[in-house]
């Protein structure tokens, strides 16, 4: 098998977690566009990324490297932000959106006014569209069986 050309948007649209119990994780951003004409930024990644992997509970926040639009002047290229999944009464915030299914690990963190708070940071993200449906799976006439490619850090291991 081949070199696969990935595209800028699909790799920095990938995004590294620690949560608050430092256990690590990945997720990637996707951009939703409303009837209304207005959008939003969520992170899409595993329930257990928010949780603590032996206790279950919660994680505080959780911890997530963005890429900067420019390298700054201490010739960083990412930049690391704290988001809160809990409130102080162990509430899960309104931006943390659960599967209703418990057994279906996902979760969406909409994160649209980090990107507000952090002028800075690389807001590229993919759009609903590249979310592949059952339906688009028999259009496109993909079966099981087809060659997949995953970004993401396992076991936390990643490159700077």
């Given at each position: 098998?081949g070199?696969?050309?990935?595209?800028?948007e699909?790799?920095?649209?990938?995004?590294?977690i620690?949560?608050?119990?430092?256990?690590?994780?990945?997720?990637f951003?996707i951009?939703?566009?409303?009837?209304?004409?207005?959008?939003?930024?969520?992170?899409?990644?595993?329930?257990?990324?928010?949780?603590?992997?032996?206790?279950?509970q919660?994680?505080n926040?959780?911890?997530?490297?963005f890429?900067?639009?420019?390298?700054?002047?201490?010739?960083?290229?990412?930049?690391?932000?704290?988001?809160?999944i809990?409130?102080?009464?162990?509430?899960?915030?309104?931006?943390?959106?659960?599967?209703?299914n418990?057994?279906?690990?996902?979760?969406?963190?909409?994160?649209?006014d980090?990107?507000?708070?952090?002028?800075?940071i690389?807001?590229?993200?993919?759009?609903?569209?590249?979310?592949?449906?059952?339906?688009?799976?028999?259009?496109?006439?993909?079966n099981?069986?087809?060659?997949v490619?995953?970004?993401?850090?396992?076991?936390?291991?990643?490159?700077?």
């Open positions: 098998m070199d696969i050309p990935l595209h800028t699909v790799l920095r649209s990938v995004v590294y620690k949560n608050s119990f430092d256990q690590v994780g990945s997720g951003l951009s939703k566009k409303f009837p209304d004409g207005k959008s939003a930024v969520f992170l899409i990644t595993n329930k257990h990324v928010l949780k603590d992997k032996i206790a279950g919660f994680a926040l959780i911890t997530v490297r890429y900067l639009k420019q390298t700054d002047a201490s010739g960083n290229k990412t930049k690391l932000v704290n988001i809160p809990l409130s102080i009464d162990g509430k899960i915030f309104n931006r943390v959106f659960l599967h209703p418990d057994s279906v690990d996902i979760a969406a963190v909409a994160i649209t980090i990107f507000m708070q952090n002028a800075d690389d807001v590229t993200s993919l759009p609903e569209e590249a979310i592949l449906t059952k339906e688009r799976m028999e259009q496109e006439v993909i099981a069986g087809e060659d490619f995953i970004l993401g850090y396992p076991a936390g291991i990643f490159s700077s």
